[in-house]
């Protein structure tokens, strides 16, 4: 059974601090995908990943298919940047997402 | 990128009633859609997971007779809650996916309050 562990739970920064939220799994993956959630609810997509590091605009996701691991990186961050970060990994030959706890992200003026 | 849609986006119903939740691909043919649920302050639970023309699959501790997932064509997909009673309040999110490999796609989520 694949487990999806998220770090930290909570996170508070200022406006401009970069920041880092990690994802460890404990099994093979074919995909590991970031996802953000608004207070709203709504769930958008923001990376997915099999290997390497992918870079949308300020944000930066990497993943270590050895150790296991993937980290999202927000640089330059903003309040509009405040909402619940998650992972999910699809273990291989699954098709379900695993979802890690969530990061709650939120980011003072 | 894809959009996928969900209608309504919020409902408020009587206990006993039931009610039809649509998730939609707009732009691209979806042939696996997933449902969740979401409880307040918890992860996104995989609840089934429907390929169209065929059967759903249900997760463990789902009931199947409860909650009816219709995938009748590639881009929509029903799920009816069955005699609504206020346990089933919840944050419900379908999500797309147009083949093996390929990423999900979100709704944006219907939030079923049950009276």
């Known amino acids: 059974k694949n487990e999806v562990e998220q770090s930290p739970q909570n996170l508070t920064a200022q406006e401009g601090e970069f920041i880092t939220i990690n994802c460890s799994y404990s099994?093979?993956?074919?995909?590991l995908h970031w996802l953000q959630q608004h207070p709203g609810g709504g769930i958008v997509s923001l990376f997915m990943?099999?290997?390497g590091k992918k870079k949308h605009g300020r944000l930066i996701a990497t993943i270590n298919i050895q150790e296991k691991h993937s980290s999202l990186h927000i640089t330059a961050s903003h309040p509009r940047d405040s909402a619940v970060y998650i992972c999910a990994a699809v273990a291989v030959g699954a098709r379900q997402l695993t979802f890690g706890s969530g990061t709650q992200l939120t980011v003072l003026p | 990128g894809a959009v996928v849609s969900q209608h309504p986006s919020w409902v408020i119903c009587k206990s006993g009633t039931s009610v039809k939740i649509e998730c939609r691909s707009l732009?691209?043919?979806?042939?696996?859609m997933f449902w969740y649920r979401q409880f307040p302050k918890q992860s996104l639970m995989l609840m089934a997971t429907?390929?169209?023309?065929?059967?759903?699959?249900?997760e463990q501790g789902v009931e199947k007779d409860k909650f009816l997932i219709n995938h009748a064509s590639l881009t929509l997909s029903t799920l009816t809650v069955t005699s609504a009673h206020p346990e089933d309040s919840s944050f419900y999110i379908c999500?797309?996916?147009?083949?093996?490999?390929?990423?999900?796609?979100f709704g944006p989520g219907t939030r079923l309050t049950v009276l």
């Open positions: 099994v093979g993956i074919s995909a």
């Open positions: 999500s797309a996916s147009g083949g093996r490999g390929d990423t999900q796609y």
């Open positions: 429907s390929n169209e023309g065929s059967k759903a699959t249900y």
């Open positions: 732009d691209f043919q979806a042939t696996t």
């Open positions: 990943l099999s290997s």
